[in-house]
């Protein structure tokens, strides 16, 4: 069961909950703002249900109320990050914004971030590169959830990988389902069948979880979620999802000089330890490689001829990577958001702890 919240009573609320824990007012809405928004593209598993799991981090030192990364190293086109434990999302969002600054200048850009936290949806950041005419790359890692093929133990995290690349400029884009929305191309995956928050979503609300998601502790194929969180989740297309998975290891962890594999902590398993995830960010810059004029033209008539007829029997339309969530995002943002009960009753709870008051608008 879900209620519709009306978005800036729920980004308020987000917002005092992070500023009761510590965090300064600017960097308070800035994290409400990331975690909203994924709920308003119909992401919840990365939306305000984390806030909780957060606040409680905040709380146990295992999160920094530190806003900045350390530079480690500036070097041309590259840098390292040192996120000091804080809020993945706020460092996420400078760690980019150095990428394009570095693509600006030398039409690359590579920022490898270690000692980091969850940063949220990775589409965020490769979107924030796509908006300003970059192509752009998000990667981070997880503790170990998934097996290798014929391994009996987790060795890899469900490790997100997001690319978004720039819309057509104005006149470009072809007529068609997507001519309306104002939305850069962006994949955003995580490389399990299905990511750890919907599965603890499942098992909040006492659902069951679709069969190929996830083996119980033994490595028995289970629709509980209950023992999906106890056992392993199942890599997307087998081999290689684990392949893909084990090389965004590579770059967010090993690369950056990081946790990787069994040394990134669990989000929920001991929220006193913190998390060691790292991240990755690439942007290139479109115009540096010579034609971005061409580049618009050719990239809305591959678009066109994605989402041309004929359809397959019984569908009406083809969607591009990001659509859809566009989509929910514009209609969303007009309605109102739809937050599981739970959830809400969560948060309703925390500012009660927190001695945060209610904004105008929240189910009550």
């Not at 434990?85 to 996420?92: C, E, I, K, P």
């Not at 890899?156 to 309306?180: E, F, L, Q, T, W």
């Not at 514009?330 to 809400?344: E, I, P, S, T």
């Amino acid at each position: 069961m879900t209620d519709l919240v009306p978005v800036e009573a729920l980004s308020a609320l987000v917002a005092r909950l992070f500023a009761a824990a510590g965090l300064p007012a600017d960097a308070a809405g800035t994290v409400a703002e990331a975690l909203v928004d994924a709920d308003l593209r119909g992401l919840p598993s990365h939306g305000s249900h984390l806030v909780p799991m957060y606040v409680e981090r905040l709380r146990q030192g295992s999160v920094s109320t530190r806003t900045d990364p350390k530079v480690l190293i500036d070097a041309g086109g590259i840098a390292v990050l040192d996120a000091g434990h804080a809020l993945g999302v706020l460092t996420a969002d400078q760690a980019m914004s150095l990428a394009t600054a570095k693509a600006r200048q030398f039409g690359i850009g590579a920022v490898a971030v270690r000692h980091a936290f969850h940063f949220g949806a990775a589409g965020r950041y490769a979107r924030a590169a796509a908006r300003e005419g970059f192509i752009g790359i998000a990667t981070a890692n997880t503790r170990p959830l998934m097996p290798a093929p014929g391994g009996g133990h987790p060795v890899v995290g469900n490790n997100p990988i997001a690319i978004g690349v720039p819309a057509p400029r104005s006149g470009a884009r072809p007529d068609g389902p997507s001519a309306d929305l104002d939305e850069p191309l962006v994949l955003d995956i995580a490389l399990s069948a299905a990511n750890i928050g919907r599965i603890r979503l499942a098992a909040g609300n006492g659902k069951g979880i679709p069969d190929g998601w996830a083996t119980d502790a033994e490595g028995r194929p289970t629709t509980d979620p209950a023992a999906a969180l106890a056992g392993m989740l199942l890599p997307a297309a087998g081999h290689k999802g684990f392949g893909l998975a084990l090389m965004v290891d590579v770059l967010a962890g090993v690369l950056a000089g990081g946790g990787y594999g069994e040394r990134v902590n669990g989000l929920y398993a001991d929220t006193a330890l913190p998390n060691e995830c790292g991240h990755f960010f690439l942007a290139l810059d479109v115009a540096a490689f010579g034609d971005l004029d061409g580049f618009a033209s050719r990239l809305a008539d591959l678009e066109a001829s994605v989402t041309a007829p004929p359809y397959a029997p019984g569908v009406d339309r083809v969607l591009l990577p990001g659509q859809r969530s566009a989509e929910r995002l514009r209609d969303a943002a007009r309605r109102g958001v739809q937050v599981d009960q739970g959830v809400l009753a969560r948060l309703r709870d925390l500012a009660a702890d927190l001695d945060v008051p209610l904004p105008e608008g929240l189910p009550r």
